[in-house]
């Protein structure tokens, strides 16, 4: 019996592309997995990294008996009178909880007079004997190796900025709280004494004079800028006082959660007008509108110097929520008064570190109150709510769950399971 061949044929055209577009159509939906799954993993590292922090302050304070300073390191001198000679107690908590979190060849390079400068620049000619001194300069100079040196645990691997320009970048900021007043000194001058920013040594009286009373009744945060405090001073509980938030380095994009703009002192007594503010662009409301004054040059940016303490770098308020935009008050530099917003680049919301090592993700949906209410405050005389009885020293915040957050010491009761 003969049988006859058989033919085989091979796939036609419209079956190949059938096949085609089948796989085509399983990596569409494969795609958005694979990158969520990215994220998702990216986001547990930058969680990690706040424990991290977390962990170091914890430790820190049980050596030394007292949290990290934000505002620390060495006064302002006479002699040399230059900020390469001194940092001006600009120092960040970043900076002191270095040995902390695993980087002790780093401290010691701060803590020690060095020759060494970033390469492709040179020591200025005014530092005193041709060294660094102990400490550092000012946390802005870009000739000085640890500050442009950038710590991997500081940064949150969902944020793409990179430096240049400005110096080594932080994601994690401090909490000063819920209040605006003195934000950028605490109270306390360069010299170390309760005078203004700009003042001199010859005021010595502690905590009588108008500067003392107002970052008394303001300063309301984890982190009371250039001052001493201790877990004990956490009256509210540390795991209903946020110690630290997430923010967002600048892009140069012109974004209202990683840049700040120049605003005026509107803002000052009425939030709301940083974040419904007319230079918003309307068109696409996370930018910046082309009239607005916005730094997105040098070294003025959000979160462009991990060592410096001010509110710009490495900084946060509970006053608007998480992604919130960012204003600076006033003029120009980085000397004034801001209100700065926790943010991040993960998915509607942002980390906080609570006093007691947690870290939650709080979403930009929660509750903050009124935002056009003025902040607690007194007034330029001292005299005690000045623009309103709701603004009175000890009064609860105006700003809700997460201005209630925000404050160490008001007594608010915390009713929310943050960790759920």
Not at 29 to 52: D, G, I, T, W, Y
Not at 358 to 387: I, L, N, Y
């Amino acid at each position: 019996m003969i049988r006859e061949p058989r033919n085989r044929k091979g796939f036609t055209l419209v079956e190949l592309l059938v096949v085609i577009a089948i796989i085509g159509v399983l990596v569409g939906l494969l795609l958005p997995a694979v990158q969520a799954a990215r994220e998702a993993a990216r986001r547990m590292s930058c969680s990690n990294n706040f424990k991290q922090i977390g962990l170091g302050i914890q430790n820190y304070h049980s050596t030394y008996k007292q949290l990290p300073k934000h505002g620390t390191g060495t006064k302002r001198g006479t002699a040399g009178n230059s900020t390469n000679n001194y940092n001006r107690l600009f120092l960040s908590y970043l900076v002191p909880i270095t040995p902390f979190i695993e980087q002790q060849a780093l401290w010691e390079q701060i803590s020690n007079p060095s020759i060494e400068t970033v390469p492709g620049t040179t020591m200025p000619g005014n530092v005193l004997g041709g060294m660094w001194p102990a400490m550092g300069p000012a946390p802005w100079r870009t000739q000085y190796v640890p500050w442009m040196t950038q710590v991997p645990t500081y940064r949150c691997p969902s944020d793409p900025a990179y430096s240049p320009p400005g110096l080594a970048r932080s994601n994690y900021a401090a909490c000063i709280g819920d209040a605006i007043d003195r934000s950028r000194d605490g109270g306390i001058n360069e010299f170390g004494f309760k005078s203004n920013s700009n003042g001199n040594a010859t005021n010595r009286v502690r905590d009588l004079n108008w500067m003392a009373t107002r970052a008394r009744a303001s300063m309301r945060g984890f982190f009371w800028p250039r001052h001493d405090s201790k877990f004990r001073d956490v009256l509210d509980g540390l795991s209903n006082t946020i110690a630290g938030g997430e923010i967002c380095t600048s892009l140069q994009q012109r974004e209202i959660k990683a840049d700040f703009a120049r605003t005026g002192n509107g803002p000052a007594m009425n939030p709301s007008l940083c974040k419904n503010n007319v230079n918003i662009d309307p068109e696409r409301p996370t930018r910046w509108g082309a009239s607005a004054n916005v730094s997105t040059g040098g070294t003025q940016m959000r979160g462009v110097r991990w060592a410096d303490f001010r509110p710009h770098y490495t900084g946060f308020q509970t006053i608007l929520p998480p992604n919130a935009p960012n204003c600076h008050l006033s003029g120009g530099g980085d000397y004034n008064e801001t209100i700065m917003s926790a943010g991040s680049r993960h998915q509607g919301g942002a980390h906080v570190l609570m006093g007691d090592g947690a870290v939650v993700f709080m979403t930009d949906s929660v509750e903050a109150g009124d935002s056009t209410k003025p902040p607690v405050e007194r007034g330029s005389g001292g005299s005690p709510g000045w623009m309103g009885p709701d603004t009175a020293p000890g009064q609860k915040s105006p700003y809700g769950l997460w201005g209630a957050l925000g404050t160490r010491a008001v007594g608010e009761t915390i009713e929310e399971q943050l960790n759920q």
